[in-house]
């Protein structure tokens, strides 16, 4: 998987049109979810609370064109949606594990924008309003220079997972 990740990430540039609203998690269940997580594993990493954001996510959510809801609190009912409620849930969960672990210099954010793939835009491709931009969250450290990106949709077909992207000195 590792191998798959460091190629998708070679090959696709991810162009941030707009940022999405981020919902607080209030999901009780999601939220004992992380807790749990949380307390059983004392030397966890930011890496580590991410891939289990994303693995929550995929257990929770199956992917559908025609959503019902994007609010992360209803999607565990719902459970059906498309790359905007993937990445609003997982955004939600690691900005509750980012607070819990009091990493405030870590900062989760859910962006909106096109895909990129070997410089040709994969978003604009059809005339489906579906395919108009895809979502997908970012998590950063400038001091420390860490800018993580994950698509939690993508993640759900091919479990490419965390992609660490360079910023530009």
Known sequence: MLFK???YSGITFYDITQSAKIIELEDETIKREIDKFLESNKERTIE??????????SETLEFSRKSTSTNPNELRTTRKTHCVGYASLSNSIINYGL???DKSE???THWRGKIYLLRIEFT?????SFFKD????EITNSSENVRLRIDPSLYEFTRI???NIKYSK
């Open 99 to 101: 607070k819990k672990m």
């Open 161 to 163: 997972g965390i992609m």
């Open 106 to 108: 870590y900062k989760s």
């Open 48 to 57: 580590e609370l991410i891939k289990k954001a994303l693995s929550i996510t």
């Open 134 to 137: 895809h979502d997908f969250v």
């Open 124 to 128: 604009n491709k059809s005339d489906d």
């Open 5 to 7: 990740t460091a190629i």
